[in-house]
């Protein structure tokens, strides 16, 4: 079946950066578009950014253009998000999806 495994979560400070991982396996990565979303408390799910199967094109919502970088490896099954600048709204549990499915998250934290 789909797993999608995130890490790399963390307490962060205003202005620091992270880089997000998500281990996908039970289907043919490397075939797939594939997203990153957050939820903050409190609030609904925030579609962040989605890269294309073979990783050439990206798409980013303009709460984090210029901030997040999404990629790919689809030789390691795996998704990146890697993200600068970061603010205190930017905390939230972050997922990345395929389709419909997401994995259990990771939390990240920005605060001083």
Not at 17 to 41: D, E, I, T, Y
Not at 56 to 68: E, M
Not at 78 to 87: G, I
Not at 97 to 111: E, H, P
Request: net charge positive; aromatic share 8%.
């Amino acid at each position: 079946q789909v797993q999608l495994v995130e890490s790399g979560g963390d307490l962060v400070q205003p202005g620091g950066s992270l880089n997000l991982s998500c281990v996908a396996s039970g289907f043919a990565f490397r075939f797939k578009s594939m997203s990153w979303v957050r939820q903050a408390p409190g609030k609904g799910i925030e579609w962040l950014a989605r890269i294309s199967s073979g990783g050439i094109t990206t798409d980013y919502a303009d709460s984090v253009k210029g901030r997040f970088t999404i990629s790919r490896d689809n030789a390691k099954n795996t998704l990146y998000l890697h993200m600068n600048s970061l603010k205190p709204e930017d905390t939230a549990m972050y997922y990345c999806l395929k389709d419909n499915i997401r994995g259990q998250g990771t939390q990240v934290t920005v605060s001083s």
